[in-house]
């Protein structure tokens, strides 16, 4: 072998080249991350519960192994017993649950071609589902009609239509994660760091769409509360989930500097909130959440196939109506939680990566302190 190989003339050009290449290509990419506000970057002692589950896969069985594909959101229909949720293939499906997981029923019910993200019930049998391609869709009760209701306000389009809830009024409120951003793009909304989230209301009555909050992080799962006075919904990038007064229009925080990054929100009945977390603040996560040039580099990578979603120990946080934690149910082998929801004795999660529903009975496997 020549010794050019080893001199330091090589060994300069060998280090400075890939140097200035990769100065150069950062200058030249558009990604232009931001700085986060300060409450982002906090952590709140008032987020941490006073009792854990934090092996909660022990115990868990799986439900619809193989026939879910990327279950998102879960909601609940009491009448029927069936459980409704969106596929990443373009699937609504139900799903009858047994007592025996293997026993539970998947039915391929309505395919909207887009990708279906949050499932709410209207006043008259009809499924509302926000649908990230395609917008906000109204299912009728047997399935047979789909129809558009929206997928724009103020002359924007939507791009990631995320969640949605019914008021008693027939009123749906709705989160548009990012209106720059498209649902297959949600990473680099996220590395972003930047308000193109949306809060908005659609009237079935009068067929009006208003944007009730924009400049919002990720607008995520949203759910109204018992008393019909106001909504709670998530920011994800920044560990915030925060109440929106109907009435009197105003915003107020319901909790903040999460352990993890939340996702949907579900009220159970029963006086408390399920925040699912689809990963905790990682070492990772914390650096490129405080630095934008971390994230750039991240995004750069991503844009050649590197996955930038490190998730890890996911899990679901129960808050009372108040915002105050009780309980959390997580695993650190866990991750991609996006929904839980409490049917009966049981947790019910979805996911943004799994072939399955999640089912824990939080009697037999409860949240406990620790010791």
Known sequence: MSLFFFSPRFLFFATIIPILVSIALYRLDTFDPAHLPAEALAYSTNSIPPLFNDRFLTGADFIGVGRLNSPEDIAYHPDSGLIYTGCVDGWVKRVKVHDSANDSVVEDWVNTGGRPLGIAFGLHGEVIVADAYKGLLNISGDGKKTELLTD????????????????????????????????????????????????????????????????????????????????????????????????????????????????????????????????????????????????????????????????????????????????????????????????????????????????????????????
């Open 152 to 371: 724009e306000a103020e002359g924007v389009r939507f791009r990631i239509t995320d969640a949605v809830t019914v008021g008693d009024n027939g009123v749906l409120y709705f989160t548009d994660a990012s209106y720059k951003y498209s649902f297959h793009q949600f990473a680099f909304a996220i590395l972003e760091g930047k308000p193109h989230g949306r809060l908005l209301s659609f009237d079935p009555t009068t067929g009006v769409t208003r944007v009730l909050l924009r400049d919002l992080y990720f607008a995520n799962g949203i759910s109204m509360s018992p008393d019909q006075s106001h909504l709670v919904f998530c920011e994800t990038p920044i560990r915030r989930c925060s109440k929106y007064y109907i009435s009197e229009e105003r915003v107020e925080v319901f909790i903040q500097g999460l352990t993890g990054y939340p996702d949907n929100i579900r009220y159970d009945g029963d006086g408390h909130y399920w925040i699912a977390m689809p990963s905790t603040v990682t070492p990772l996560w914390k650096l490129g959440m405080k630095y934008p040039f971390l994230r750039k580099l991240t995004a750069m990578a991503a844009k050649y196939g590197f996955d930038p979603m490190f998730m890890e120990n996911a899990g679901v946080l129960q808050v009372d109506l108040e915002g105050k934690p009780i309980a959390l149910y997580h695993d650190h082998k866990s991750s991609h939680i996006t929904s839980g929801v409490k049917i009966g004795n049981h947790l019910y999660c979805g996911s943004l990566l799994h072939s399955h529903i999640m089912r824990l009975d939080i009697l037999k496997y409860p949240a406990q302190k620790k010791l």
